[in-house]
C-alpha cells in the first residue's frame, strides 16, 4: 500500500511539474519582417525579381516554394495588380532585430514582360499558401521600364555606387558611371518609371545623385535621354548588397505576425 | 596507488595537449587590400606583441581557453579579387550572362596562427576546439551552415572588349591570441581572428583591347 502512494504521489508531482513548464515556457511568436525597398527593373523577356523576407522560424511555409499556391502584387486598393510566377526560395543570411535571430529568404520571381511602362507606388505582395493561409505584406515600391531599342551612344566603361557616408542603410547614394567619350548632350537620366535624378560631369565620370527616401534601393536600371532624342538604357546592376539590412532600417521595418 | 593516478593524469594530459595541426588563413587574406581604421591584421603582429600580448594568456588553468582581444570590431575596407573576367573575341555582340552559386558565404573570413586551427564543418568555418563561443562575438559575426551567395548578371559584350567584376566593400575585424589549458597544460596557442563583411559593392568594367 506504501508503495502504491509513493508511486502515485511521485507520478502526481512529475505531472504537475511537467504542466508549470509547460505554462511558464516562452512562446516565440512567429514573425515575417519586410523591409520597404524600390524595386526598379527593365522589362525583359526572363527578367528576374528578388525579394527577400525575414522569418524568425526556418521551418515555416513561406521558406518552401512548395507552399506556395499563388502570389501577385498590387497597390493598396488593388487598382493595380501584375502576377509574377515565384521560380524559387533561396536562403540568404542571418540576422539580429530586437532581440530575435531572423533568416533572410529570397523570394526569386519571374518578372513579366510588359511592352509599356508599370508603376505601382505602394507595392504590396499577397501570398496564398496551400494550407489556405493568406497573407499580404507592405514592400515598398515598384517600376517596371519598358524600352524597345537602347542605343549605345554612351561608351561606358565603369559601373558603381555608394551609399551616404557614414550612414549603414543599404540604399545608394551615388551611382558612378565612367566613360571614355561623350559625344551627344544629356538631357535628363532616370532609374526608374518618372524617377528622374540629378547629376553632375566631372572628369570622365557622370555621378548620379539619388535623393533619400523611405526606401532601400541597390538594383536600378539607368535610362539616359540624350538632346538628340536618343535613348540608352544600361541594365540592371546589383551595386551593392548588405548584411545587416534590420539593424539600420529601423522605420522601414514593416512587422506581421504569423499563423 | 598513486603513482597509477599521477600516470593516467598524465597519460591524459598529453593526449588531449598534443598540438592541432596548423591550417591558417581562409579567403580574405588572399584579398587585393584591406585597410583598418586603426590596429593591425594578425598576418602583421610582430615577434615581440606577440610576445607582450601571450603574456596576458599564460597563466594555467584547469581547462579551457585563455582569451585576449587585441582589436575589437576595427572598421576596415577591401579590395577583393576579380569576381569573374570575359573577353569576347568574336567579330558580334554577345549576350553575356554570368551566374555564381557559392555554397559557402565569404561573408566571415577565419584565420588563426601557432597551434590554433580553422577547420570546416558542415560547410562552415570554424575555429578548432570550439574557441568561437568562447570569444563572445556580437550577433553579427554569425553565419548559418545554410548561408550562400548568388550573383547573376546579364549583359551584352561587345566584340574585341573585356568585362571584369570587382569585389570590394567594408567590414570589421576582431583579433587576439588565446591559449587552451587541459589539465594545467597549455594544449594550443596562438592568434585568432575573425574577419566579418557589413556591406558589399560591386564594380562592373568594360575595357576595349
Known amino acids: 500500500m506504501k508503495s502504491f502512494l509513493f508511486y502515485v504521489t511521485v507520478i502526481i508531482l512529475v505531472s504537475a511539474l511537467v504542466i508549470i513548464i509547460k505554462q511558464n515556457e516562452v512562446m516565440i511568436e512567429k514573425r515575417v519582417l519586410t523591409v520597404a525597398q524600390y524595386y526598379s527593373y527593365r522589362s525583359v523577356e526572363e527578367g528576374r525579381m528578388e525579394v527577400p523576407i525575414y522569418l524568425n522560424e526556418e521551418k515555416h511555409p513561406l521558406s518552401n516554394p512548395e507552399s506556395y499556391l499563388n502570389i501577385y502584387f498590387s497597390n493598396l486598393d488593388e487598382s493595380k495588380k501584375i502576377e509574377m510566377p515565384l521560380k524559387d526560395i533561396q536562403y540568404g543570411h542571418v540576422e539580429t532585430y530586437l532581440n530575435g535571430i531572423y533568416h533572410q529568404y529570397l523570394l526569386m520571381l519571374e518578372l513579366p514582360y510588359l511592352d509599356h511602362d508599370f508603376l505601382i507606388e505602394d507595392l504590396y505582395m499577397h501570398i496564398e499558401l496551400i494550407n489556405m493561409d493568406q497573407y499580404s505584406f507592405y514592400l515598398g515600391s515598384f517600376s517596371l521600364v519598358y524600352l524597345a531599342d537602347s542605343e549605345d551612344v554612351l561608351d561606358w566603361t565603369g559601373l558603381n555606387g555608394s551609399k551616404e557616408e557614414h550612414h549603414f542603410l543599404s540604399r545608394l547614394k551615388e551611382i558612378y558611371i565612367d566613360y571614355e567619350t561623350m559625344v551627344e548632350e544629356i538631357d535628363r537620366i532616370e532609374i526608374g518609371v518618372n524617377m528622374e535624378v540629378l547629376f553632375t560631369i566631372q572628369g570622365n565620370r557622370i555621378t548620379l545623385d539619388i535623393p533619400v527616401a523611405d526606401y532601400l534601393l541597390n538594383d536600378v536600371p539607368i535610362i539616359i535621354y540624350y538632346a538628340n532624342h536618343q535613348i540608352q538604357i544600361i541594365d540592371n546592376f546589383r551595386y551593392l548588397v548588405d548584411y545587416q539590412i534590420l539593424k539600420e532600417s529601423g522605420p522601414l521595418i514593416n512587422l506581421y505576425a504569423l499563423n | ?209
Open chain 2, 1 to 209: 596507488m598513486m603513482k597509477k593516478l599521477i600516470f593516467t593524469c598524465l597519460l591524459f594530459g598529453f593526449l588531449f595537449a598534443y598540438p592541432n595541426v596548423v591550417s591558417a588563413d581562409t579567403g580574405y587574406q588572399s584579398y587585393e587590400s584591406i585597410t583598418l581604421t586603426e590596429g593591425k591584421l594578425l598576418e602583421n603582429y610582430t615577434k615581440d606583441e606577440y610576445k607582450d600580448y601571450y603574456s596576458h594568456v599564460d597563466s594555467r588553468k584547469f581547462l579551457g581557453w585563455r582569451i585576449y582581444k587585441v582589436n575589437t570590431n576595427i572598421k576596415l575596407s577591401y579590395i577583393s579579387e576579380t569576381l569573374f573576367s570575359y573577353y569576347n573575341d568574336g567579330y558580334t555582340p554577345i549576350e553575356y550572362t554570368y551566374k555564381l552559386d557559392r555554397k559557402v558565404t565569404s561573408k566571415l573570413g577565419l584565420s588563426a596562427s601557432g597551434t590554433i586551427g580553422v577547420d570546416f564543418k558542415n560547410d562552415r568555418k570554424v575555429f578548432t576546439f570550439d574557441l568561437e563561443a568562447q570569444l563572445k562575438l556580437t550577433a553579427e559575426y554569425t553565419v548559418s551552415s545554410e548561408d550562400k551567395e548568388s550573383i547573376e548578371i546579364k549583359l551584352d559584350v561587345d566584340p574585341g572588349t573585356q568585362v571584369d567584376l570587382y569585389i570590394y566593400g567594408e567590414g570589421k575585424i576582431t583579433n587576439g591570441v588565446a591559449a587552451r589549458y587541459v589539465f594545467w597544460i597549455r594544449a594550443n596557442r596562438g592568434g585568432f581572428e575573425v574577419f566579418i563583411v557589413t556591406t558589399q559593392y560591386q564594380r562592373l568594367e568594360k575595357v576595349r583591347i
